[in-house]
């Protein structure tokens, strides 16, 4: 048989095998449609994840090549998907911090005080923790304002590594002890998974910073304990990235997750980041966990925190962060843009003013 001749052979072999498979595709969607059926009749979400799983691993295990397994499993869970969009089936009903999944708010509770029954909550603090002095006066100002949550960090995340990196654990035990002082529950970031287990004991709510939102790793880790997690949203991360990262703790165990808008990357310079105030309402719809703004990070700069904080109260956030600093020329990070006391005073006087429900005064 000359070279054409063969060719033709093989495709015409091709389009019968093409042939098959189409109809092949299409009866299993028709066995998926009538799955969907059968499931609906029951009450149960189309959507199984386990049993998609074990499609997966049948399909490895059958595999004799050519193929690359992976390859087939994505070309798979390409047919799956297309099945579960002719049963009409969202996927993310499925999700765990869904709200279609569990329709009531999540509320976090931290001995008597309460992050998202619709009470509004401030949390203050420093930028980082600098000296036992510095916290305690920090932590002093707070109560006297009945502020019931205050933040401080011991492990920085800074963009130069010549800058200041926080003082670590005693820096944690620092802010530890002065919250105990004044009876304030204490929120600080842990940026690795090998941190975690070490500073447990001195953290009541752990903060997962913006340039962690996708350390899948840490996010594990944090969501094996039985804290609380402040979970801050990827400097340029999706709102779907942010719910997925939240994902990642709830779905290791742990369904105590505040969302944290705290500003994205954008062309604006006018602020560091660019507060996407319309996150907090999309959030508190897509999802049922409690969802708060840190203004100090999102806008970069004092003369604007007041404002950007009403507005984060009027779209129903559930909390405001915002820095505070007896000295913040002299802060070791971020010290133009943390509040002095007076400044907090005003702050504070200025918003329960607007916002009777706000648990400060
Ligand atoms: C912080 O809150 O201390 C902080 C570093 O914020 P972010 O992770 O949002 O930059
Ligand atoms: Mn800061």
Partial sequence: MDQQAELKRLRDE??????DLLELINKRGEIAVEIGKVKRA???????????????????????????????????????????????EDRTRKLLVSRKQKPTNTIIRVGD??????????????CAVESEEQVFEVAAQLAKHGVRFMRGGAYKPRTSPYDFQGLGLEGLKMLKK???????????EIMTPSAVESALPYVDIIQVGARNMQNFDLLKEVGRTNKPVLLKRGLS????EFMYAAEYIMASGNDQVILCERGIRTYERATRNTL??????????????????????????????LPTAKAAYAVGADAVMVEVHPFPALALSDANQQLDFKEFDAFVENLTSTFPALNVQ
């Fill in 14 to 19: 091709l389009d019968l095998v093409n042939a």
């Fill in 42 to 88: 029951q009450g149960l979400d189309r959507y199984d994840p386990v049993r998609e799983r074990q499609m997966l691993e049948s399909i490895a295990e059958n595999n004799h090549g050519p193929f690359e397994t992976g390859r087939l499993q994505h070309m798979f869970k390409e047919i799956f998907k297309a099945s579960l969009e002719l049963q009409g």
């Fill in 113 to 126: 005080d309460v992050i998202g029954d619709g009470s509004q909550q401030l949390i203050a603090g420093p």
């Fill in 178 to 188: 002065a919250a105990d002082a004044h009876n304030l529950h204490v929120i600080t």
């Fill in 237 to 240: 991360a999706t709102l779907e």
């Fill in 276 to 305: 996407d105030i319309s996150a907090v309402p999309i959030l508190k719809q897509e999802t049922h966990l409690p969802v708060m703004v840190d203004v100090t990070h999102s806008t970069g700069r004092k003369d604007i925190l």
